[in-house]
C-alpha cells in the first residue's frame, strides 16, 4: 500500500445462522490521490501480490485476537479479498469477506472476542445481524450501539478508544 493512501471509513456486517455460523463482509474505505489501487488493476501479478498482502496481513490480524462461542475458541478465517472503487479512481476499498463456526446451543450463548485496544483513525460501524427471533440479552463494549429486535448496531468515531475485551449475550 503506497503511504499516500489513507483510512476514511470501515464498515463490517455481521451475519449470524442459527447452526453457529458467523459470516463477515469487512469493508476499508481510503482516499488515493496516487491512485494506487487503480494502477494495480493494469498489472495483474502485482495486483495478485497485493490482494495476497492484504489478505494476510488480515488473516494476521485475526490469528492475534482471541475468539470464543460460548466459552470455546473459534478462528476467523479470511475466505475473499478485493480491491473495489466507490465512484471515483481515488476512493477504493478493500473488501474481506471472513467466517467462522461455533457450538450454540438452546437458551443463552456468549460471544467474545478480544482485540488490542486502539485510537481510531477513521470512523467505523458494525452491523450484526441475529436469526429471526433471537434475543440481544447484552452487549458489552467500548463502542456506541443500538439494538433493534434481533440486529445490533455498533459505532465509533475517529478518536474514540475500541477494542479490548467485548461480549455479546444472545438467546436462540
Known sequence: MSDNVVPLYAHAFFSVSRSGEFHQLLTYDYYDPDEYYLNL??????????????????????????????????????IYTDIEFRGSENSPFILWIISFKGEFRKG???????????????????????????????????????????????WARKGDKIGGREEIRFKL
Open 41 to 78: 488493476e493494469a498489472k495483474p501479478k502485482e495486483y495478485e501480490r497485493e490482494i495476497e498482502k492484504l489478505w494476510l496481513n488480515m488473516q494476521g490480524y485475526l490469528e492475534e485476537e482471541t475468539n470464543t462461542v460460548n466459552g470455546k475458541k473459534v478462528y476467523p478465517k479470511v
Open 108 to 154: 443463552e450463548n456468549v460471544y467474545v472476542t478480544v482485540t488490542e485496544e486502539e485510537f481510531l483513525e477513521y470512523d467505523c460501524e458494525a452491523i450484526w445481524t441475529f436469526p429471526e427471533g433471537c434475543e440481544i440479552l447484552s452487549v458489552t463494549t467500548p463502542m456506541e450501539y443500538e439494538i433493534m429486535d434481533n440486529i445490533l448496531v455498533l
